[in-house]
């Protein structure tokens, strides 16, 4: 009982799907084909109509005739003649007026100096040596000073006025050189001791007078090759170091 319900469900199914399918492939209605569109070229208006316009007329010109211009035949002149005269006529001359008399120009003469014989400036320079006694050991001391110091007499009621000149650092050996171009009367200068460099020798000592200075009316000065130079060496003066026992003085 069972197969044969089964049975009869089968074949329903079946026999609703061969309707089903005979109504979709039924050749009694064959599919119905759409034409393509026709395309259909859009109509544009007719172009505007202009007025007419008539062409201008322009005449051609005949080309211009040369004509050959007639020229007068010329027409004679005869000459005038002018007769020459038998007597020259001169001309009345301008008056004549002597020129005026000749004076020289004064020459200027200028004033005749006297003959003065040339004498060369005669220069005075002061030199000397710096050294440094710590103890025993004395040597040479590099950059160290002088100064000199320069007194010019009063006058007309004037003080004196001292003139103090420094000298350049020492080199190496410890030697200066000063010069005394500017001052007249050198008898009236000292040379003392100015600075040292070093911190361990730099206390100045009076050994031949480098405290209160040295006169130089006490030095003459050296033979030089150029005789036009005076050279005063003085010296040697000496600093010392702040422990070292002072040195006698030479004078």
Not at 19 to 42: E, F, G, L, N, R
Not at 54 to 73: A, D, F, G, N, R
Not at 116 to 125: C, F, Q, R, S, T
Not at 195 to 218: Q, R
């Amino acid at each position: 009982m069972a197969i044969t319900r089964a049975s009869f469900a089968i074949c329903l199914l079946l026999s609703l799907a061969t309707i089903a399918t005979a109504d979709y492939y039924s050749p009694s209605s064959p599919p119905v084909y759409k034409s393509p569109p026709v395309y259909t070229k859009p109509t544009q208006p007719p172009p505007p109509t202009l007025p007419y316009t008539p062409p201008v007329y322009k005449p051609t010109l005949s080309p211009p005739v040369y004509t050959k211009p007639t020229i007068p035949p010329p027409v004679y002149s005869p000459p005038v003649y002018k007769p020459t005269p038998s007597h020259p006529v001169y001309k009345k001359s301008p008056s004549y007026s002597s020129p005026p008399p000749y004076v020289p120009k004064p020459t200027y003469t200028p004033p005749t100096k006297p003959y003065v014989p040339y004498v060369p400036e005669i220069l005075k320079a002061v030199d000397g040596i710096i050294l440094c006694k710590n103890g025993y050991k004395t040597y040479p001391i590099l950059g160290a000073k002088i100064k000199i110091e320069c007194t010019k007499p009063s006058y007309y009621g004037k003080s004196e006025k001292v003139v103090v000149i420094y000298s350049n650092p020492t080199d190496y050996k410890g030697y200066f050189h000063v010069s005394l171009s500017n001052i007249k009367d050198i008898a009236q200068c000292r040379v003392k001791l100015y600075t040292s460099p070093l911190e361990t020798c730099k206390n100045p000592t009076n050994v031949n007078k480098g405290l209160t200075g040295i006169p130089l009316s006490l030095y003459g000065y050296r033979y030089h090759s150029d005789k036009n130079l005076n050279l005063f060496s003085v010296g040697p003066f000496y600093f010392t170091g702040p422990k070292a026992a002072p040195t006698p003085s030479k004078y």
